[in-house]
């Protein structure tokens, strides 16, 4: 069994910061990936960053400069440092890891207005 625990949502203005985190726990040996994606109302879910186990990183061109993904490998947990937030960041954020199969964490919403 794999359990993913994300916390760090929230209500933020534009041009505010969050920080997202995601532990991960259970049957976790041999991951590949720990990323974040992103689910707003009536879209389908996208990627927002990815971390490979061997450091590589990816990120969608919309948060490019802004948000930073990382990790802890001594707490299994992935971070999204997220900056210079926007209306259009708001969504509900997904944690993800790769180990045979991808899982999923429950979501966090992250609500950017003024």
């Known amino acids: 069994q794999v359990q993913l625990v994300e916390s760090g949502g929230g209500f933020v203005q534009p041009g505010g910061s969050l920080r997202l985190s995601c532990a991960a726990s259970?049957?976790?040996?041999?991951?590949?990936?720990m990323g974040w994606y992103r689910q707003a109302p009536g879209k389908q879910r996208g990627l927002v960053a990815v971390r490979t186990s061997g450091g590589s990183t990816n990120y969608a061109d919309s948060v490019k400069g802004r948000f930073t993904i990382s990790r802890d490998n001594a707490k299994n947990t992935v971070y999204l440092q997220m900056n210079s937030l926007k209306p259009e960041d708001t969504a509900v954020y997904y944690c993800?890891?790769?180990?045979?199969?991808?899982?999923w964490g429950q979501g966090t919403q992250v609500t950017v207005s003024s």
């Open positions: 993800m890891i790769s180990i045979a199969r991808d899982y």
């Open positions: 259970g049957s976790i040996f041999g991951m590949t990936a």
